[in-house]
Nanobody
Framework: QVQLVESGGGSVQAGGSLRLSCAVS????????MGWFRQAPGKEREGVAT???????NYANSVKGRFTISKDNAKITVYLHMNSLKPEDTAMYYC??????????????????????WGQGTQVTVSS
């Protein structure tokens, strides 16, 4: 079983930055695809970004150029660096892990169904 624990959420003004962290419980996730999703109140959960074991990344159009996903294999931690935050980025952010490589666009509406493990989420609130 893989456990994912997110941290780093909080409240920030528009234009600000936050870094989310996802601590992973098992070292064998090195070949996994790791992703970040978010869900705003009253909306469907949507994909934000993924990173494969080879470092290849994929982003939703809404965050391209503002968010960066990265990972530290030594610390078994995945990060989501969020810059130029907007009020519409307000959501609960979830870390997820997929046992296989991600070969699909994170914006695909069915993408979340292909992830095997999920964290509990961390809240991000951006005020105008």
């Amino acid at each position: 079983q893989v456990q994912l624990v997110e941290s780093g959420g909080g409240s920030v003004q528009a234009g600000g930055s936050l870094r989310l962290s996802c601590a992973v419980s098992r070292a064998t996730v090195s070949n996994y695809c790791m992703g970040w999703f978010r869900q705003a109140p009253g909306k469907e959960r949507e994909g934000v970004a993924t990173i494969n074991s080879d470092g290849i990344t994929n982003y939703a159009n809404s965050v391209k150029g503002r968010f960066t996903i990265s990972k530290d294999n030594a610390k078994i931690t995945v990060y989501l660096h969020m810059n130029s935050l907007k009020p519409e980025d307000t959501a609960m952010y979830y870390c997820a892990a997929r046992r296989q490589r991600c070969t699909f666009d994170i914006s695909w509406s069915l993408a979340q169904g292909y992830f095997n493990y999920w964290g509990q989420g961390t809240q991000v609130t951006v005020s105008s």
